[in-house]
């Protein structure tokens, strides 16, 4: 048996889960900034 309680992988998964969804938009957030100063340049 493994030594990670049902309120330990829960939480992991529903971290997993908001990473997922949160990911694309924070990467657009921050790298979107980027590609227009180095136009500028």
């Known amino acids: 048996m493994s030594n ?3 309120r330990q992988l829960l939480a992991f ?3 997993s889960a908001s990473t997922a969804v ?3 938009a924070l ?3 921050l790298f979107s900034s980027n ?3 180095a ?3």
Do not use: D, I, T
């Open 35 to 37: 590609f227009s100063v």
């Open 4 to 6: 990670f309680s049902r």
């Open 27 to 29: 990467g657009e957030k």
């Open 13 to 15: 998964f529903g971290a």
């Open 22 to 24: 949160l990911a694309p």
């Open 39 to 41: 136009e500028a340049v």
